[in-house]
Structures are given as C-alpha cells and as structure tokens.
C-alpha cells in the first residue's frame, strides 16, 4: 500500500486525473450506501435491545419498562429535533444558492419520505428514521460547506473545524 501511495505521486495528472475522478465518485456513492446500511443495522439493534430490555423489565415489574421505551422516544426526537435544527441553520447560512438550496430541499423532502415509509411498514422504526436523517442532514452540510462559490458559502476561506468534528 504504500509503496501505491508513493508510486502515484509519479503518475501524470492528466490521463488519469479524470479516471480516477470518476471511479472515486463510483466509491463515493457505494460508500456512503454502505455507511447508511450500517447505521440503519446499528438504529434497529439499537432499537431492538431497547425495547428487549422493556420487556425484560415489564414482565418483571408491571409498569417497569415504560421508561426504556421512552428513551427510545426521546432519543429519536433528539435526533430529529438537530436535523430540524440543522436544516433552519442550513438555509440560513447557506441558502440563497439555487444549488445549496436544491441540496438541502431535497434533504427535507427525502427525509420526510424516509420516515413516512419507516412508519407505514410492519418494520418501522423512529429511532432509525432519526438517525438516517441526522446523517443526511450531517452529509448535507458537507455538501454545501465545500460549495467553491463564494456567494454560496460564506465560510470557504475560513478553517472548518466544525466539519471535521461532526464528521
């Protein structure tokens, strides 16, 4: 592997710049399908050991895992609460951009569709709703915070450490 890494230091840029552009969009996509599968497993895990412990403590104590089920209540509403949160602070900082504006649209739209379909099904779950929107709404800011317009973003020459740690 490293030697890879030191070896494409001697490749030209311009025969493979633009392969290598489009096979690392390819990876981008897969990428991020995969990490949503993940969290969608670690959401339902999530969710489920919850609610086993709910029922653990029901059948010992009448009355007993009802404080279980509310934290996966209150956990979900944490998680949609910061996406709501994080999409007013989107539009505010970054709209005004026919394409931030787009992005972060169609974040809100998508978001909404994922959780009706999620509660329609036999399966549903808020907890994994919640967090796949927090994490579109986490990967729509990365998308409009690394916009190179300057009227788009007002933070491009400024460090974004934000980024990085929510990242």
């Known amino acids: 592997?490293?030697?890879m890494v030191a070896g494409m230091c001697f490749v030209p840029n311009e025969p493979?710049?633009?392969m290598y552009l489009n096979i690392a969009r390819v990876g981008a996509v897969i990428f991020i399908l995969f990490n949503q599968i993940i969290m969608l497993d670690i959401?339902?895990?999530?969710?489920?050991?919850?609610?086993?412990?709910?029922n653990k403590a029901e059948s010992e104590e009448i009355g007993s895992g009802k404080s279980?089920?509310?934290?996966v209540v209150v956990s979900a509403a944490f998680l949609f609460l910061a996406s709501?949160?994080?999409w007013g602070l989107?539009?505010?900082y970054f709209g005004g951009c026919s394409t931030n504006?787009?992005?972060i649209t169609l974040t809100v739209i998508l978001s909404i569709a994922v959780t009706v379909a999620q509660l329609t099904g036999t399966e549903g779950s808020l907890l994994a709703s919640g967090l796949i929107t927090a994490y579109?709404?986490?990967?729509c800011y990365n998308a409009v915070s690394k916009n190179p317009n300057e009227e788009c973003n007002p933070f491009l020459k400024t460090n974004d450490a934000l980024s990085i740690t929510i990242g």
Do not use: C, K, P, Q
């Open 136 to 139: 579109a709404t986490m990967l």
């Open 1 to 3: 592997f490293l030697f």
């Open 90 to 92: 989107l539009f505010h």
């Open 68 to 71: 279980w089920l509310i934290a």
């Open 84 to 86: 709501i949160v994080g």
């Open 43 to 54: 959401a339902y895990n999530w969710n489920d050991g919850w609610v086993e412990r709910s």
């Open 101 to 103: 504006n787009a992005f």
């Open 16 to 18: 493979f710049a633009t």
